[in-house]
Each structure stands twice: as C-alpha cells, then as structure tokens.
C-alpha cells in the first residue's frame, strides 16, 4: 500500500511547508502549523487529465444575461448591506466576534422570511435544537416555520438538504465546525473549512438556494481560515461592535451583485437586534457640545452619509515618549496629521499625550476624517471649544493643504438636515452659502488652525 503524503499547513494563513516549525515563516504566528494529509479532497495536487473528459460550454460574452433574482427579508438594514436582499444561488460569509449577534440576526431574517412562506432551513454546529429554540423564543419568533438541523458532517447536511428540496435560504451556523470524509484532517483546519465552504458554495450554485456561512474571526478581526474562503463566496458581511455599546455595525467587504463598503447599524435590545434607520441622530445623541476637543465629522459609509462625533484629549505628558491611544481610527493617520500640525502649522502639540476616540464604537478609515481630527486636536489644545453647529471633512496633504472630497452634497445634505448650519471643507469652488448652510473653505490647515485659535480670544 503506497504511503500517503501529508503536508504542514498554517492553520493562520495557510502557508504550506514540507515539515513541522513552531513558528510559521509567512505569517509569523506560533504553534500554528498542523500536519495534514494532502491526497485526498480539495488539498491533493491536480489529478492528471484523463482521455476523452468532457469539455466546458463556450457562449459569446454579446449574449443576453439575466437580472439577479432577489428576495428581500424585510429586515432593511440587512437588505441594504447585501445589496437589496439576499440573491438566488449566492454563498454570503458572515463574520464577527463571539457574541457579537450574528447567531441573532440571522435568526431573526429567517424568521421573517419563513414569515413571507419562504422554505429556511438553519443548520447549527455549535448549538443543539432545544438552545436554538431557547434564542427564538428569546426573540419572539418561536412560531416562524424554520426547518432545523444539528449537524457538522458536510454529507449528512447535503443529504438532507438535497431530500428536503426547495430551500430558499440555508443558514450553516458555523462554517469552522464542518467536516467532510474527503479530508483526513481534524474539523477547522484550514483543509476542512476550505473543503466544506467549497461543498457548500457548490450547493448554492446547483440548486439556486441561497446560502449564509457563519465564520469565527481571529484575535486581528479576520474571519479564521484560509482567505481562499473569501474568494469563494459571493459575499463577506462583517458584523462588528463593541461590548460596552449597544450598536452593532454589520459592512459589506465584498458584494458582487451590490456595492461594497455599505453598512447597516443595529441597536442590541432585550428582543434582538433592533434597526436604526437614523444612526447619525443616534451617534450625536449624548454629544457634549460646549467640550473643547469635541468635533462632527460628515463621513460616508458605502453609500450611507453618516454624522459622527470624534473626542480628542490633549494633556501633558509626564512621561519621556508621551502616549498614543487611539479607539476607531487608524493611528498612522493620526501621526501623520500630528506632524502637519508641528511643521506646517507650527503648533507644538508632539510632546503632549494624545487620546482619540471615534464616539459609539464606529470604525472609520476615510482620509476625509483628517480635518475632523485635526480641529478636535487644536479644540482640545487650545481648550476653545468648536461651533456647536459645525461640521468638519476633508483630507490633509502633507504640505499642510486641505483637499476636497467625493460626495460632497450628500454630506452637506445629510448634516443640514439635522440641523448643523455651518460646513467646514476644503476649496470647493462652489457659492460659499447652499441652501442656508454657511460652507467656510479652508486651501490649508494653518487657516483653520488660526480660525480655531481667534475664537477663543473672541
């Protein structure tokens, strides 16, 4: 009998090597890397082409090509990320911390949907049905015609998927618990999630049923597994937030009949996960508006505008490197708008320790922040606090010039809705006033530090 081969892959990144290390040289990580066998199921190499194999349709790329087929689940903020409801024969990943409500949201769209008499179907490897039907009659939906199912081994759940026929949406809770017999290797290594997202996206395309797999994320915010898994979907939704905040932000990283970058905002009560159709109400609600160091940045979120406040902490450090915290920013960005400020505006601030908080456990990464921050930061130094009524975007260059951004109006409209009166941007060429709202344009950052600076002597 021929000896069967077997290789040592990072159960991180899954880096492939010919022998067992504590430590893995792509990613870094330690104990990481398992010994798994590699001739059989998706982690053998290519077979060799046998005679006479059948060949693959070829059709002109001119031909007639069909809408995606939607169904919505009348949740609006989910059906929002995905793009307009969940599509026919799509596989969607859905990551997110322990806890943090997956489990609870896809719950609840199932019980909607079986609601509307569509056929769900929830698998669950973590839990037993008698836990599943404790949540849903936490939630109120106990009576929803949800079919349910205990099962981790891939074979079984198609089978019984394929004899229960007809399923419109087919929740797998969660994907690191599966196994198939194709793979000798222990459930969630990287061979076995990979295998059995492979199975279940194979399922989605053939029958047209839409498929969700849950995903556990690593200590970095990653869903665990290899990243091919990403690849193989045709949508990955992380679901993030905070233990100490009740909001709950569900992002769409990768939608291939929608846009990506959109977010839907949940709010985490006793009977589940409630919508928030007005989060920027929500994030300004409790904002102290005669603090120094207190700013509202007009941002956007995929195609959502969003008003959120961002606290800055300027203090005296008694240390010899003074501190650098930073909650929903990226802190590289922060240095760097710390150094315009020193050069540019020759405002000694780097000797201070600093402290930035993006308020409501919202995560930001546009550069359009920059201004926000930077006012927030001369705000809190100065200790002149900023209009109540004023909003701040636009991105910093490292010359000290401040630049417009995209989607201007959106956030002009979003911010004079709620009543802010005064925009602060960079050059827009545009009438300085729009619709009452006063617009104050800003070609550099040394303008806006000066601006900051003479309200506190007026």
């Known amino acids: 009998m021929a000896k069967r081969k077997s290789s040592f892959i990072c159960q991180s ?25 590699t001739d059989s199921g998706i982690g053998a190499g290519p077979k060799s082409a046998k005679a006479g194999a059948q060949s693959a349709q070829l059709v002109p790329l001119s031909g007639e090509s ?9 949740i609006k903020e989910l059906d929002r990320v995905t793009g307009g409801g969940f599509v026919k024969g799509s596989a969607i990943l859905v990551g997110g911390d322990p806890g943090i409500g997956k489990s609870t949201l896809l719950l609840q769209a199932a019980a909607a949907l079986a609601n509307q008499g569509k056929r769900v179907i929830y698998v669950s490897g973590e839990e037993a049905i008698a836990q599943v039907r404790l949540r849903a009659k936490r939630l109120k939906v106990e009576e929803s015609a949800v079919d349910l199912a205990a099962e981790t081994n891939v074979e079984i759940i198609l089978a019984t998927l394929e004899q229960a026929g007809g399923a419109d949406l087919v929740i797998i809770d969660s994907i690191q618990t599966l196994w198939t017999d194709r793979v000798d290797s222990a459930p969630g290594t990287v061979t076995q999630v990979r295998t059995s997202a492979q199975a279940m996206t194979r399922f989605a395309k053939k029958t047209g049923a839409a498929v969700v797999l849950v995903g556990h994320v690593t200590k970095d915010g990653q869903i665990a597994g290899p990243r091919v898994v990403e690849h193989m979907v045709d949508a990955v939704l992380y679901f993030e937030g905070d233990a100490s905040h009740t909001f709950r932000i569900l992002r769409g990283v990768k ?25 920027s109400a929500l994030f300004l609600d409790q904002r102290d508006e005669g603090a120094a160091g207190s700013a509202v940045f007009a941002g956007m979120e995929g195609t959502r505008p969003l008003l959120i406040e961002i606290q800055a902490l300027v203090a005296p450090s008694p240390l010899g490197t003074p501190r650098r915290a930073v909650v929903g920013w990226d802190s590289s960005r922060l240095s760097m708008v710390l150094a315009v400020l020193e050069t540019r505006c020759g405002i000694k601030i780097g000797a201070n320790d600093i402290y930035l908080n993006v308020a409501g456990g919202l995560k930001i990464n546009e550069p359009a ?23 701040y975007f636009g991105e910093i260059s490292l010359s000290g010039g401040v630049r417009p951004v995209v989607h201007t109006s959106i956030r002009l409209r979003e911010s004079a809705k709620l009543g802010f009166k005064n925009a602060n941007t960079g050059q827009l060429g545009k009438a300085a006033k729009q619709g ?23």
């Not at 939608?255 to 989060?279: C, S």
């Open 13 to 37: 990144c899954a880096a492939v090597s010919t022998q067992w290390a504590g430590r893995c040289e792509s990613c870094g990580e330690w104990n990481t890397i398992v010994e798994e066998l």
């Open 66 to 74: 069909e809408d995606a087929q939607r169904f919505q689940c009348g």
């Open 255 to 279: 939608n291939r009949y929608g846009p990506t970058d959109e977010i839907g905002v949940f709010e985490m009560t006793q009977l589940g996960l409630k919508e928030v159709h007005h989060p």
């Open 369 to 391: 922040a920059d201004l926000a921050v930077a006012a927030a930061l001369i705000s809190s130094l100065t200790g002149a606090p900023l209009p109540p009524h004023a909003v």
């Open 436 to 458: 009452g709202q006063t617009i104050n344009e800003f070609t550099s950052l040394e303008q806006l530090a000066g601006r900051i600076a003479a309200s506190k002597k007026g």
